[in-house]
């Protein structure tokens, strides 16, 4: 789709037009619905809702997938009406995105309620039998789902849940009032404006050139690793907190560092992953590993992780009570820079 819109060319300042791509239309009109309260209300006549309860997305499964589904307005105002809740609970929605013919997502939870009635947090099953799907722990559905509704659900519930602990204002005390796209949150009593907020974490992929570093928490599944991750601390800088975490966790030092990419992660309550490759010196390769931080870390050669990221299916216990070696699944960001460290090996090896 092009529209056609006047840009004000600097220095002649004539007014010239040229088409605009879909990707910029969609995103121009997501920036009116998240500056234009009426607009916004507009877009939720024609818009469409992922619902949540309690956080976790309602979900339908098909063909060992799960699916997220959307609602209309209409179908979820007679839900509610149905439940016995106020239609204005409509108003506690957020949004999250358009497709691109500009019908606008947002997301509601129908067990979190701004006016902290507690009618809205029951009825959970008789909601799920009427909406032929279940809430489910994002945690537990997150793998399973396409990689578009695992993003839209991801940003949802951080979001949704940012507004549910961005009550009150922390200078007044007084109740915020979210707009209506839900991107802010506005203290009434002195106007202190509130912006959904995200954590920094670094995630780095140690190597000595032909091993790279793995490690686990003792909270990750049986049997999986993953590359080294650490919360950014105030006032300092990605490379900073690289080299920080590194040494903090296993005792090493970074030599060189580069950017590989990046991910919203929704868990503990909304980070922004930033992936980065790491090289230590090959000489100084000699880990300790944190206990407070690890249960353990180890180095890897490149064969054992080609393979382990070619392995598929359920980790379950072998004979012998250990589990076999994998690694986070695709979806996730450590998935990639793992897979991204494995290719630039192979070519590397290859004859010139
Ligand atoms: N998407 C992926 O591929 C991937 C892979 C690994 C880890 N992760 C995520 O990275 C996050 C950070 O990794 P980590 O646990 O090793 O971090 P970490 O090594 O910084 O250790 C966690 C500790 O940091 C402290 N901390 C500091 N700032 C914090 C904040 N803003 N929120 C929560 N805790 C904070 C807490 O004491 C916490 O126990 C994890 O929550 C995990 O969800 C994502
Ligand atoms: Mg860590």
Not at 8 to 27: D, E, H, M, N, Q
Not at 139 to 153: G, I, P, T, V, W
Not at 237 to 259: D, F, K, M, N
Request: include cysteine; aromatic fraction near 10%; hydrophobic fraction near 35%.
């Amino acid at each position: 789709m092009f529209l056609y819109c006047g840009i004000a060319c600097r220095r002649k300042f004539f007014w010239c037009y040229r088409p605009l791509s879909t990707y910029v239309t969609k995103t121009r009109y997501l920036f009116e619905l998240k500056e234009d309260d009426d607009a916004c209300k507009k877009a939720q006549q024609t818009g469409a809702f992922y619902l949540f309860h309690g956080l976790a997305p309602l979900l339908q499964t098909s063909a060992h997938q799960y699916l997220a589904p959307r609602h209309s307005l209409l179908e979820l105002e007679r839900l509610l009406g149905k439940f016995g809740q106020d239609a204005q609970r409509i108003e506690d929605s957020v949004l999250i995105g358009c497709s691109e013919q500009q019908e606008a997502w947002f997301a509601l939870d129908l067990g979190l309620d701004s006016s902290f009635s507690i009618s809205a947090s029951s009825h959970k099953p008789e909601m799920e039998t009427e909406l032929k799907g279940s809430f489910i722990e994002l945690r537990k559905a997150l793998f399973q789902l396409n990689a578009r509704d695992a993003s839209m659900l991801s940003t949802a519930q951080a979001l949704l849940r940012w507004h549910d602990a961005h009550q009150f204002c922390s200078r007044s005390g007084q109740p915020t009032k979210k707009n209506v796209a839900g991107s802010k949150r506005v203290c009434p009593s002195n106007n202190i404006i509130y912006y959904p907020q995200m954590a920094p974490v670094v995630i780095t992929l140690v190597s000595d050139g032909t091993r790279c570093l793995l490690a686990r928490q003792s909270s990750f599944p049986k049997g999986m690793y993953s590359a080294l991750a650490g919360f950014c601390d105030i006032g300092e800088s990605v490379e900073e907190t690289i080299h920080r975490e590194v040494a903090e966790e296993v005792g090493l030092e970074v030599e060189s560092l580069q950017y590989c990419a990046s991910q919203h992660w929704p868990f503990p309550s909304g980070s922004l992953m930033i992936a980065c490759h790491a090289t230590v010196k090959p000489g100084q390769t000699e880990i300790q590993v944190n206990l407070r931080e690890l249960e353990t870390a180890a180095w890897f050669s490149h064969d054992e992780v080609a393979t382990a990221l070619k392995r598929k299916g359920s980790y379950t216990q072998q004979q012998n009570g250990t589990f076999p070696f994998w690694l986070p699944p695709k979806l996730a960001i450590s998935h990639q820079l793992i897979k991204e460290w494995v290719e630039k090996q192979t070519c590397s090896s290859l004859p010139a």
